[in-house]
C-alpha cells in the first residue's frame, strides 16, 4: 500500500491542489481582504492571514485526493 506523503507528491495530487488553492483561495481573499487591499489599508498580520486563504484549500484538496487514491487502489 502507498503511503500518504507518496501519494500527495504525486504531479497529479500537487497540479490539482495548487489549481483548487488558486480559485478557492482567491475567492477567500477577495470576500474577506479585497476593500483593505483596494483602500491600502491591508496590515501585515492581515496579509499573512490572506496567505493562509491559499492554504487552507490547497490541503483539503490535498487530503481528499490522497484519500481517493488510496482507496482505488485498495480496492
Do not use: W
Request: glycine share 2%; aromatic share 10%; proline share 3%.
Amino acid at each position: 500500500m502507498k503511503t500518504f506523503l507518496h501519494v500527495a507528491r504525486q504531479p497529479s495530487v500537487r497540479n490539482r491542489a495548487l489549481r483548487v488553492a488558486l480559485v478557492v483561495g482567491t475567492v477567500f481573499f477577495t470576500i474577506n481582504y479585497a476593500d483593505k487591499l483596494l483602500a491600502g489599508t491591508l496590515t501585515h498580520s492581515e496579509l499573512i492571514k490572506a496567505m493562509v486563504s491559499y492554504c487552507v484549500p490547497f490541503c483539503v484538496s490535498t487530503y481528499s485526493s490522497v484519500l481517493a487514491i488510496m482507496e482505488r487502489d485498495s480496492v
